[in-house]
């Protein structure tokens, strides 16, 4: 049993399987923490915790983690939540080892609560105890900005598998208060991975049908986003599906 760091930190506010990040055939988990402190309160953090053939104790401390057994993922600034949704990214850039990516819905990049979504890519070579999510640079992962104040980008993030045919697997990413179509309609954001891997930001209003689209909520306070996921091959042509739900208006959304 992983514990956290300290109390209000809310480790475990959502936790995913990782993939396999370092590179040693073996799954890993991924933890978040949102209301974590590493840089200003509430800047929120997240625990990747490796894999092992090796027995282990019942408990755990995210305290322990030294780059060995795993390492913290720490948000860039106040007010972020980062970690408040998590999930393994697949493997975006196309080296063979998996992502991971960390939404942090408060984040003001582009305005108060635009948010940012982070993904952090995975690497045989070992990690340090500790990796900052200002410290990507392109080479080690990247950040998607969000589109305007309080679209909450990264409320919620998924892997898709390959939704465009290319080999490669790609990202989806809901924000629920986006204004598309009137005041909370909502929107997810699908992102393409490709081999080469990404430079260090990403607008989310540059997605132009090549890199990526927005999938736009309908109606005003539907809260398109505010659930995503994965929906395999639902209709059998070779390539992965969507689904987003919309709670405010009953419905959910295949794509």
Known sequence: MPFGLAAGDESGREVAFAGDINGD?????????????????ASGASYVVFGTDEA????LDLASLDGTNGFRILGAASGDATGYSVASAGDVNGDGIGDLIIGAYGSDTNGDNTGTTYVVYGKSAAFGADFSLADLDGGNGFRIQGVA????IGFSVAATGDINGDGIGDLLIGAPAADPNGDGSGAGYVVFGRSGGFSADIDLAGLDGT?????NGLNVAARTGWSIAAAGDINGD???DLVIGAWSADAVYVV
Not at 25 to 38: C, E, H, N, T, V
Not at 56 to 59: H, P
Not at 211 to 215: E, K
């Open 238 to 240: 070779g390539r992965s």
């Open 149 to 152: 104040p309080g679209d909450g």
């Open 211 to 215: 890199n990526g689209f927005a999938i």
């Open 25 to 41: 055939g073996r799954g890993d988990l991924i933890i978040g923490a949102p209301q974590a402190d590493p840089s200003g309160a």
């Open 56 to 59: 282990m104790g019942a408990d």
